[in-house]
């Protein structure tokens, strides 16, 4: 199963069965998730540890 796949299933479940409220969550993962990931390999990375 590739990732596409998987996002546009998780799509479909949110808007088939009316779950709005787990978008704000899903937006909050991967934006936390992509913070971490260009931190690693900036000056910023110290200062991103210190909010986990």
């Known amino acids: ?3 596409l796949s998987i ?3 998780l ?3 949110i808007t088939e ?3 709005y409220i787990l ?5 909050i993962l991967v934006l936390l998730s ?3 990931i260009f ?5 910023v990375a ?3 540890y210190t909010l986990f």
């Open 46 to 48: 110290p200062f991103i």
């Open 17 to 19: 069965r009316k779950k």
């Open 34 to 36: 992509v913070l971490v």
């Open 7 to 9: 996002i546009k299933e």
């Open 11 to 13: 799509y479909e479940f």
């Open 23 to 27: 978008a704000p969550i899903i937006i």
């Open 39 to 43: 931190a690693q390999s900036s000056a």
């Open 1 to 3: 199963m590739s990732k």
